[in-house]
């Protein structure tokens, strides 16, 4: 069974300042792993995704994740935060055998950015 | 229209009542899900469609039932709902490849209000 764990479901920082969203992860397989970012009576919108290869992913806006397999961990990055990075972000998991048909989502971390 | 889409956005119904929630894709694929999310938890997944065959009902009660005529359509039926059933409804959908992976792209989700 796959399970991600996402520390802190509420994180605030001041605009410009570093953006780190934590991530665990366990899968008995190689995982694949997404970052989601869900604004405001919207659905998630993807924001990069690990599949194979380079571990070091970069995605929309500004944002970065970096796949340690020996910390099993997926977190999110990014150097300096914007007002509209203000939403909620969603870790998720799936393997390589099924592909992204069955994700699994962390519970989501809040982020508010201040002025 | 493009990407996927649900309605109605906004449904307010009693436990007696019985409706429909309605997803359309417009993304050539041929999987999709439903999905419910409800506060401080993670995204439950409720069924997968691919190629308009279910292949997953995650232990949803039978007061959902869903329907997928097409790889563009996905229904879910609604009826004698429970107050502990308001939550968000998402719909996504992907493209399955044979043996491999694919992102899944959500809409806007339905959001269910059981009096």
């Known amino acids: 069974a796959q399970s991600v764990t996402q520390l802190g479901s509420h994180v605030s920082v001041s605009e410009g300042a570093l953006v780190l969203l934590r991530c665990n992860y366990s899968s008995s397989v190689p995982p694949y792993l997404f970052w989601y970012v869900q604004y405001p009576n919207q659905g998630l919108q993807l924001l990069l995704k690990?599949?194979?290869?380079?571990?070091l992913v970069k995605g929309i806006n500004g944002f970065e994740a970096e796949f340690k397999k020996s910390e099993t961990s997926f977190h999110l990055t990014k150097p300096s935060a914007h007002m509209s990075d203000a939403a909620e972000y969603f870790c998720?998991?799936?393997?390589?055998?099924?592909?992204?048909?069955?994700?699994?989502f962390g519970t989501g971390t809040r982020l508010t950015v201040i002025p | 229209e493009t990407g996927v889409t649900q309605t109605p956005r906004h449904l307010v119904m009693g436990m007696t009542n019985k409706k429909s929630l309605k997803c359309e894709q417009h993304l050539g694929h041929n999987a999709m899900y439903w999905y419910k999310q409800s506060a401080k938890k993670p995204l439950e997944l409720m069924f997968v469609y691919n190629f308009k065959e279910q292949t997953e009902n995650n232990s949803v009660p039978s007061r959902f039932s869903p329907e997928c005529p097409n790889s563009s359509h996905l229904f879910l039926h609604l009826h004698t709902l429970q107050p502990e059933d308001s939550a968000l409804y998402l719909c996504?959908?992907?493209?399955?490849?044979?043996?491999?992976?694919?992102?899944?792209?959500f809409g806007p989700g339905t959001r269910l209000t059981v009096l």
């Open positions: 690990y599949t194979t290869g380079a571990t």
């Open positions: 996504a959908s992907s493209r399955r490849l044979a043996g491999g992976f694919d992102e899944q792209f």
């Open positions: 998720a998991v799936s393997d390589q055998q099924t592909g992204a048909n069955n994700l699994f």
